[in-house]
């Protein structure tokens, strides 16, 4: 698979144990990962941590993997008259 991604847009990976588990609904998960990320700060540490605090604020029961990231910059410098 292979798709474009705007400059310094954010990439956020993830299990499902991030967004749902025995007692956490996936709709409710989903929509508090979006609220994080609407809000997020340029440092993609610093997004892993809010999410982390947001979405598993204890001892998950599911296995969780995350990965957070930002599309560079263009390297290409713009044509300008």
């Known amino acids: 698979m292979e798709f474009e991604l705007p400059e310094e847009s954010p990439l956020v ?3 499902d144990g991030l967004i749902a588990g025995r007692t956490r609904d996936v ?9 994080v990320l609407a809000s997020a700060p340029d440092s993609p540490e610093e997004t ?7 979405l598993l604020p204890g001892r998950p ?3 969780v993997a995350l990965i957070v990231a930002r599309s560079p910059e263009s390297s290409t410098p713009s044509a300008r008259a």
Do not use: E, K, M, S
């Open 48 to 54: 892993c941590d809010r999410l982390l605090a947001a």
């Open 61 to 63: 029961a599911d296995d």
């Open 13 to 15: 990976l993830h299990t």
């Open 27 to 35: 709709g409710r998960g989903l929509a508090t990962l979006h609220d």
